[in-house]
């Protein structure tokens, strides 16, 4: 077994991810460290790179598929990286913080801009990351500049600008060894708090009553094409409610696969093929996934799934 640097004490061996995703699937890390501070992920970096590991970066789990097999090297979860500071319209948040409870306080603090927020099931690094979005909002409406840590373990600024942002997309899922650390978000400041947070109540009470509840789901499976959305063209391809072993397609919104009873990464992974399968013979409209593979799958043919 590789030994640990008293500062590095809390890298652990063979942890579980399944608890830390979405979905609540996939197997174990080889070596996994959650830090609490900038140095100690720094340190992680650096331990992973003297050992000669591969990283992987983690955040809420809620746009990510881990395979049953696990993911090699060191995995690095930014779930502690937590704070929000506030200096008149600019927010300055961590990446590890959720977007719900930011959606949450901006409002109560008069700033507005992220209530369609409310009820995104991740946080504020993989938003950055993915440009995810509601309501016909998203995260380029307010992102200003990011601090991302390079694979060397330095830290850079970047604008906007440099982040390319386009319909669920964004320059970095081409960087993956580089990972975001903190986002400065041009909020409106000066709003009515109670208007903010009545805008918060309607966009979570659109979420609830439109997109499934109670079981684990990462959110949207795929991104929605045009003209028509992707539960559309699966709900109309009469797919709702098709299930492989644990996991269903919902029967409220078609674009959301459910982990209805124990369900594997290699069902969803079945499930997502098939789905994109028969929308292609009915539509020949082709369904790109907006979750990430995360570690080794087998059986996958399907044109449309991103590498990993």
Not at 21 to 28: E, L, W
Not at 168 to 183: G, H
Not at 238 to 261: D, M, P, Q, W, Y
């Amino acid at each position: 077994m590789m030994m640990l640097a008293p500062s590095l004490a809390t890298i652990q061996p063979s942890v579980i991810l399944a608890p830390f995703t979405a979905y609540q699937v996939g197997g174990p890390a080889q070596w996994f460290i959650q830090p609490k501070s900038i140095p100690e992920l720094q340190s992680a970096l650096g331990w992973a790179k003297e050992n000669n590991l591969p990283v992987t970066w983690l955040g809420f789990g809620s746009n990510v598929l881990v395979s049953d097999q696990g993911i090699p090297g060191l995995v690095i979860c930014l779930r502690s990286l937590q704070h929000v500071e506030v200096e008149g319209d600019l927010v300055r948040v961590a990446a590890g913080v959720s977007l719900a409870k930011l959606a949450m306080k901006t409002a109560r603090l008069g700033l507005g801009g992220m209530e369609w927020a409310v009820g995104i099931p991740g946080s504020v690094g993989g938003g950055v990351v993915m440009n995810c979005g509601a309501h016909g909002q998203d995260m380029s409406k307010s992102v200003v500049s990011i601090q991302v840590m390079t694979p060397e373990g330095t830290i850079e600024t970047w604008a906007a600008e440099d982040l390319a942002y386009s319909y669920r997309t964004s320059s970095l899922q081409t960087k993956v060894d580089y990972v975001v650390l903190e986002a400065t978000l041009h909020l409106a400041a000066g709003q009515d708090p109670k208007v903010c947070e009545a805008h918060v109540e309607r966009c979570n009470h659109y979420r609830k009553t439109t997109q499934p509840a109670g079981f684990p789901t990462c959110g949207s499976v795929f991104r929605n094409p045009k003209p028509h959305g992707a539960g559309w063209l699966i709900e109309h391809t009469g797919l709702k409610g098709t299930r492989i072993g644990g996991v269903e397609v919902s029967e409220l919104h078609a674009n959301f696969f459910l982990n209805r009873e124990g369900a594997t990464a290699q069902d969803i992974i079945d499930l997502m093929q098939y789905v994109q399968e028969k929308v292609w013979e009915r539509w020949q409209a082709p369904l790109q996934p907006e979750v990430k593979l995360l570690g080794e799958f087998t059986g996958i043919t399907n044109l449309w799934l991103p590498e990993h």
